[in-house]
Each structure stands twice: as C-alpha cells, then as structure tokens.
C-alpha cells in the first residue's frame, strides 16, 4: 500500500487552468497535489482527503465536468 504521503491531497479545478485533461503531479505545502496547468498561478485547490492518483484523476474530472455525466 502507499504511503499516506504518497496519496493526493488536493486537486486544482481552477477554470483558467483547464487547459487539457492532462494533470500534472505538483506539490502543495507538504502534499500532493494534480493540476493540469502547473504553471499557472492561483490554483483553487480542493481537498481530496488523500486519494490514490487514479482515483484523484477521477475526482478532479468530476469537479471540472469532465466525467461521463458531462459528456452527453
Ligand atoms: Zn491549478
């Protein structure tokens, strides 16, 4: 199992940083974090409670409208 450091912590959903579905893995403070824009500035973290990075990816997809539901 993973480490509970090793587990992502916040996901950004920053409108102006979804600029493709790929994340980048960056840091946040002393945690890990996902967002597709890593150089972008202002991210708007939310906190994921720590989760593996499939299933952040999946979260992050939710929050930004990206999951199956937005696809219709
Ligand atoms: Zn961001």
């Given at each position: 199992m993973a480490d509970r450091n090793d587990l992502i912590h916040y996901v950004c959903t920053a409108p102006s940083h979804r600029r493709t579905a790929d994340l980048g893995l960056t840091r946040n403070g002393e945690r890990w974090a996902l967002c597709p824009?890593?150089?972008?500035?202002?991210h708007e973290w939310q906190d994921t409670g720590g989760l593996e990075v499939s299933a952040a990816v999946a979260r992050w997809q939710e929050l930004v409208g990206l999951g199956a539901r937005a696809a219709a």
């Open positions: 824009d890593l150089i972008g500035r202002d």
